[in-house]
């Protein structure tokens, strides 16, 4: 079945640092990607819409400024949290959508901690 | 899209079978029902999808009525491994293709 790789699953970063998370489908080229957020306790939340060779779409209310997301390849997308602060500290999850069958395969996620 | 509801919080006990109900009212034509799992610190796994009737795998099944304007996942014999998240979602968005989750409901089963 489709996989989704994810990594790193897990980065703590100092308070004004950048952090790059990757997310890559190992078995099938993605055209859109998904990167969601999620705070202890609650739902996924959208963040953007990653689309190969084209901007990301994000969602009312996310920073593009803040959160770089990059889809340069049909297997890779990255997703950077510049000059991160403490209330960036989350846990981000990626999906890739595979067309040919229907799936939104994610990824593990990634736990990351400002401090 | 439409607007999924689900219970906060259900409780079980191993061996029992576990029904969770979703309403859509406002589901559309052309959508399909779809609920997946997340463990703590996990990414959210697909478990079952329909459209309607009843649908059944190795892991779930899956029951709408005619309506369409709810939906029921069904866990057969949960286990404490069963003890998850279980999101409900409904239709996809036609020109993104995102999905949107809802709040979910959360199965604490118990020895």
């Known amino acids: 079945g489709a996989v989704v790789s994810q990594h790193p699953s897990r980065v703590i970063c100092k308070s004004g640092t950048s952090v790059k998370i990757e997310c890559r489908s190992l078995?099938?080229?993605?055209?859109?990607m998904f990167w969601y957020r999620q705070f202890p306790k609650q739902s996924l939340m959208l963040m953007a819409t990653?689309?190969?060779?084209?901007?990301?779409?994000?969602e009312q209310g996310v920073e593009k400024d803040k959160f770089l997301i990059n889809h340069a390849s049909l297997t890779l997308s990255t997703l950077t949290v510049t000059s991160a602060h403490p209330e960036d500290s989350s846990f981000y999850i990626c999906?890739?959508?595979?067309?040919?069958?229907?799936?939104?395969?994610f990824g593990s996620g990634t736990r990351l901690t400002v401090v | 899209l439409a607007k999924t509801t689900q219970p906060i919080s259900m409780d079980s006990y191993e061996g029992q079978e576990v029904n969770i109900t979703c309403s859509h009212n406002?589901?559309?034509?052309?959508?399909?029902i779809t609920w997946y799992q997340q463990f703590p610190s996990q990414g959210p796994r697909f478990i079952i999808q329909?459209?309607?009737t009843k649908v059944t795998n190795e892991v779930a099944s899956l029951f709408i009525p005619a309506d369409r304007k709810s939906s029921t996942l069904s866990l057969p014999r949960v286990s404490l491994s069963d003890t998850a998240v279980y999101y409900c979602?409904?239709?996809?968005?036609?020109?993104?293709?995102?999905?949107?989750f809802g709040t979910g409901t959360r199965l604490q089963v118990f020895p």
């Open positions: 406002n589901i559309a034509t052309n959508d399909y």
């Open positions: 979602l409904v239709g996809e968005d036609v020109d993104t293709d995102k999905l949107i």
């Open positions: 078995d099938f080229q993605a055209t859109t």
């Open positions: 990653s689309n190969e060779g084209s901007k990301a779409t994000y």
């Open positions: 999906s890739a959508s595979d067309r040919g069958n229907y799936g939104y395969t």
């Open positions: 329909g459209y309607k």
